[in-house]
C-alpha cells in the first residue's frame, strides 16, 4: 500500500469516526430531550395532582404530604359541619332502574356541591345517598356559620329546581333533611395505611348526623343547633323545635328549623 | 408556566386611561413604560404607591435583588397571579437567571438547586402571603437558624408584602398578562437583554437604612410601619397609608371596614382594633361594630357599603375568574373611581394584616 492510500484510509477512517461522533452526539442530544419532555411531563402531571389535592386538603397538608409522606398529624379546629341525606331514597330505588337512578343520583350531587362550594364549603365525603360537608376546614372562616346555612337554603332551591326537572321526566321527586352543628373537632389525615382521606372528626359530626335524622322527626328540611344559632345572622327566619334527646348528648339538645332569609331589612348608612 | 396560563383569567374590567405626565414620571423613575398602570391610574395615592412600591422592589438594604425577585415568584405562583407571576419571571430572565433555575423554582420550592438559606426566605415568603396558618415564631426561627439576621428577616416580609400587593392589584382588575407573557421571547428583548439588565440593575441595590423622621412615626397602623423603621419599604407604606386615608374616593367608614373585615378574617388584632377605633370615630357604635364583623352586614350599612364589605371578605383566599366576576358585580353599584379605590384599600389591608401578624410573632 502507498502512502497516499494510507493517508485516504486515515482520512476515510477519521471521517468515519466523526461521523459515529456525531450520530452519536445526535442521538445522545435526542434522548436527552426525549428525557427533559418526560420530566417536564411528570412534573405537570405532579402539579395538576397538587392542584386538585389542594381542592380536598388544606394546601398545607399537601405539601407536608408531598414532602414527607403521609403521617398522623392532626390539628384543632373550629368548623360547622353541614350533613345532608335524601329522604326516602331506598323507596325511590325500588321505583327506577339502575341506570336512571345513579344519573338522578350524581346530577343530584353536582347541584348539591355547586351550592356547597359557591358558600365557601367544601364536600368532604359522600356517604351513600348522604352528603357530608365542612365549612372553615380548609382555611380559617369567621363566618362560616352564616356560610353554612346559605349554603343548606341555596341546596334546598336547587333542588326544587330539579325536582321540577325530574317532574317532567316522571321520575318521583326527591326531598332532603339538612342538619347543621358548629363545634371544635380534630381536622386530619384520616384512613387504614392503603385509603386516606382529609377529614373532621368529633362530637361535632356525630351531633351534625344525629340533627338530620331528626328533620323527618319535625317536618323540616332544615334543622340547626343552638351551637351554631348562636353564630348566625339574626336575618335567618329560625323556628325553634322541642328540645330533642340525641345519642351521644346528654342534655336534650336545642334545635331549630330554618325557615329562610330576610334579604330586605337593610337601611341606610 | 403551563400551568399558569391554566389559570382562569377573565378579561380587563377596566379601560386603559392615557396620563402622558404619569407616564414621563414612571419612565424617569423606574427606566421602563408604564406599562400596565395605565388601566388604572387615576387615584393619586395609588399612583404614588404603584410607583414607590416597584422602585422598592429593587431596593434591597440587606438581602439581594435576585432572593426579591424569586419570592416575588413563588408567592405570585401561590396567588395565582399570572400577571406578576409573568413579570417577575420576565425580569429574572431578563437580569440573567437561567431558565433551567427559572423553571425549577416554578415546578419545585424545595428543589436542591437551590440552598437551604435561599429555600427558608421562600418557604417563610409563601407562608407570610398565605397566612393559614398564620406565620409564628417557630417560622422566624427557622430563618434565624438558616443564618437571616432581624433587619433581613423585615425585609423577606417586606419583600412578599409587595407582591402580596400587586398580585391582588392585578388580579383584582383582571390586567391582561399575554404581553408580559410573551415579553421575554420577543427578538429585541433577546438581542438588548444586557443592556436593559444594565439599565435595571442599575437603578437597584442603591438603598441604605433610613430611619424614619419623626413625622413619619405617627399616623394610622403607626405600629405595622414602626416594625419596619430603617427600611425604605416603611417609608413608602406611610406614604400609602397616609395618602389612603386622605382621599376622599371611598368614606373613611368605607375604609376602615374594608380594613376591619380582612383583619377579621385573618385574626390580625392589631390591625382590627385600630380600624375598629377608626369606625367608632366615625360614629358607629360597639354593638353596630360588631353586628357588622361578626355577619357582614347591618342596618346601618348603605348599599356601597355592602358591596364594599362583601368584596373585602373575598379579597384574602380567592380564585382568580370568581374573584374577578364578584369585581364586576361590584361595578355595577360602585363608580370605577370608587371601585379602583376599593381595590387598592383591600390590598393595602392584606398588607397590613400581614405584617401586623409579622410584627405579633416578632
Known amino acids: ?269 | 408556566m403551563s400551568l399558569m396560563r391554566e389559570i382562569e383569567w377573565g378579561s380587563c374590567l377596566l379601560e386603559p386611561r392615557r396620563d402622558p405626565k404619569l407616564e414621563r414620571r414612571f419612565r424617569r423613575a423606574t427606566g421602563r413604560p408604564i406599562g400596565p398602570v395605565i388601566y388604572f391610574s387615576g387615584t393619586p395615592w395609588l399612583d404614588d404607591t404603584t410607583l414607590s412600591f416597584n422602585l422598592d422592589v429593587s431596593k434591597q438594604v440587606s438581602i439581594d435583588t435576585e432572593l426579591v425577585g424569586l419570592i416575588g415568584m413563588i408567592v405570585s405562583q401561590d396567588n395565582s397571579c399570572r400577571f406578576c407571576f409573568a413579570e417577575t419571571r420576565a425580569l429574572l430572565r431578563i437580569l440573567g437567571m437561567p431558565e433551567r433555575r427559572i423553571s425549577l423554582l416554578e415546578h419545585d420550592l424545595l428543589s436542591e438547586e437551590f440552598d437551604a438559606r435561599e429555600r427558608a426566605a421562600l418557604e417563610f415568603a409563601r407562608r407570610f402571603s398565605r397566612s393559614n396558618p398564620r406565620p409564628g415564631k417557630r417560622d422566624l426561627d427557622a430563618l434565624r437558624t438558616a443564618g437571616y439576621d432581624e433587619l433581613q428577616i423585615i425585609e423577606i416580609a417586606c419583600a412578599a408584602s409587595i407582591f402580596v400587593f400587586f398580585n391582588r392589584v392585578t388580579t383584582f382588575f383582571a390586567l391582561p398578562p399575554q404581553a408580559i407573557e410573551e415579553l421575554p421571547d420577543r427578538w429585541y428583548i433577546r438581542l438588548f437583554r444586557p443592556l436593559i439588565a444594565f439599565l435595571i440593575s442599575r437603578k437597584g441595590n442603591t438603598a441604605r437604612l433610613e430611619p424614619l423622621e419623626p413625622g413619619e412615626r405617627e399616623g394610622i397602623f403607626s405600629e405595622v410601619v414602626l416594625g419596619l423603621d430603617g427600611l425604605p419599604f416603611a417609608r413608602s407604606l406611610r406614604r400609602t397609608l397616609d395618602g389612603m386615608w386622605a382621599s376622599t374616593l371611598l368614606t373613611p367608614r368605607a375604609k376602615a371596614l374594608i380594613v376591619a373585615v380582612v383583619a377579621r378574617a385573618l385574626d390580625c388584632p392589631l390591625s382590627e382594633k385600630e380600624a375598629i377605633a377608626s369606625l367608632r370615630a366615625e360614629g358607629l357604635h360597639a354593638h353596630q361594630i360588631d353586628e357588622i364583623l361578626a355577619h357582614l352586614a347591618s342596618p346601618v350599612l348603605n348599599e356601597k357599603e355592602r358591596v364594599i364589605v362583601s368584596f373585602a371578605r373575598e379579597t384574602i383566599w380567592y380564585e382568580p375568574g370568581r374573584v374577578q366576576q364578584l369585581g364586576r358585580d361590584a361595578m355595577q353599584t360602585l363608580s370605577r373611581e370608587e371601585f379602583v379605590e376599593l381595590v387598592a384599600v383591600a390590598s393595602i389591608a392584606n398588607v397590613v394584616c400581614r405584617l401586623g401578624i409579622f410584627a405579633g410573632a416578632a
Do not use: C
Open chain 1, 1 to 269: 500500500m502507498d502512502s497516499g492510500s494510507i493517508s485516504l484510509a486515515i482520512q476515510l477512517g477519521f471521517a468515519g469516526l466523526a461521523v459515529s461522533l456525531w450520530l452519536l452526539l445526535r442521538r445522545s442530544r435526542h434522548d436527552a430531550q426525549r428525557l427533559q419532555q418526560r420530566i417536564e411531563n411528570a412534573t405537570t402531571k405532579l402539579q395538576n395532582l397538587q392542584l386538585a389535592f389542594s381542592r380536598f386538603a388544606p394546601d398545607e397538608i399537601v405539601e407536608r404530604v408531598i414532602a414527607n409522606g403521609l403521617s398522623d398529624s392532626g390539628e384543632k379546629k373550629e368548623v360547622t359541619v353541614l350533613f345532608a341525606d335524601l329522604v326516602g331514597f331506598t323507596a325511590l330505588s325500588e321505583q327506577i332502574e339502575p341506570t336512571a337512578l345513579v344519573g338522578v343520583l350524581n346530577s343530584y350531587f353536582d347541584r348539591m356541591s355547586e351550592a356547597i362550594s359557591q358558600h365557601r364549603g367544601y364536600v368532604s365525603t359522600f356517604i351513600g345517598d348522604g352528603i357530608l360537608a365542612l365549612f372553615g376546614a380548609l382555611s380559617p372562616n369567621p363566618w362560616q356559620g352564616n356560610d353554612a346555612v346559605h349554603a343548606a337554603l341555596a341546596m334546598r332551591e336547587s333542588l326544587a329546581g330539579y325536582n321540577r326537572e325530574l317532574s317532567e321526566r316522571n321520575i318521583p321527586e326527591l326531598s332532603i333533611g339538612i342538619g347543621l352543628n358548629r363545634g371544635i373537632g380534630i381536622a386530619g389525615l384520616v384512613g387504614s395505611r392503603d385509603l386516606k382521606e382529609y377529614a373532621f372528626v368529633g362530637g361535632t359530626v356525630n351531633v351534625a348526623a344525629r340533627v338530620q335524622d331528626l328533620t323527618r322527626q319535625y317536618d323540616a328540611d332544615i334543622i340547626v343547633t343552638a351551637t351554631l344559632k348562636a353564630s348566625l345572622d339574626p336575618r335567618f327566619r329560625l323556628r325553634e323545635l322541642p328540645a330533642t334527646r340525641v345519642k351521644g348528648v346528654v342534655e336534650p339538645l336545642s334545635i331549630y328549623a330554618v325557615d329562610g332569609f330576610a334579604e330586605a331589612a337593610e337601611a341606610s348608612g
